[in-house]
């Protein structure tokens, strides 16, 4: 049985880090390519970024890229988002996820002061 289980969320001020984790079971991680969706309220879910299966390809959302890193952890089947720099509009449900079609439960950001 596939499972996502995102954690690392909280309420983090306005310039502040969070490190988003995402570890995960039931089917071969190494293998897979991976990425970190995000939905804020209200609005339609939004790719943030993209690590290939080896770490060595990633990609990222206009939005974030220069505050945002992706990287994994083959051995430990875990992906991570370190998040820098944080604002207001980051705000947003996180969600790792691999190519295709499965979906966690997310873990809440909240950027406020």
């Known amino acids: 049985q596939v499972q996502l289980v995102e954690s690392g969320g909280g309420l983090v001020q306005p310039g502040g880090s969070l490190r988003l984790s995402c570890t995960t079971s039931?089917?071969?991680?190494?293998?897979?390519?991976m990425t970190w969706y995000r939905q804020a309220p209200g609005k339609e879910r939004e790719l943030v970024a993209f690590?290939?299966?080896?770490?060595?390809?990633?990609n990222y959302a206009d939005s974030v890229k220069g505050r945002f890193t992706i990287s994994r952890d083959n051995a430990k089947n875990t992906l991570y988002l370190q998040m820098n720099s944080l604002q207001p509009e980051d705000t947003a449900v996180y969600y790792c996820?691999?190519?295709?079609?499965?979906w966690g439960k997310g873990t809440l950001v909240t950027v406020s002061s």
């Open positions: 996820k691999p190519l295709w079609d499965y």
């Open positions: 039931g089917f071969t991680f190494s293998t897979n390519d």
């Open positions: 690590i290939s299966n080896t770490g060595l390809r990633t």
